[in-house]
């Protein structure tokens, strides 16, 4: 690896990782919101119509079975709370 490629890495780490974490955290919670409101029948919470559901089944099939493990999830409130270190 080149000097400059390093360096470019090294700033990209200290200033931007942060952001980019939180985009990521951000995408997903938005995901699992959508998922929870069209799916939310297979947790039990009957928000929609199943027809609905039935039909964008096969575009959030690849992902379903992540969406399940992260909502049935215990999480304790201290994994929620802002790193403030």
Partial sequence: MSLKKKAKEFLWGLFLYDFYLDAVR???RYKDAV????LGQFLGLPLMNSSISLRLLPYLFPELS???KRQLKEKEIIELAPDTT
């Fill in 66 to 68: 992540d969406w399940k």
């Fill in 26 to 28: 951000t995408k997903t």
């Fill in 35 to 38: 998922n929870l409101f069209l």
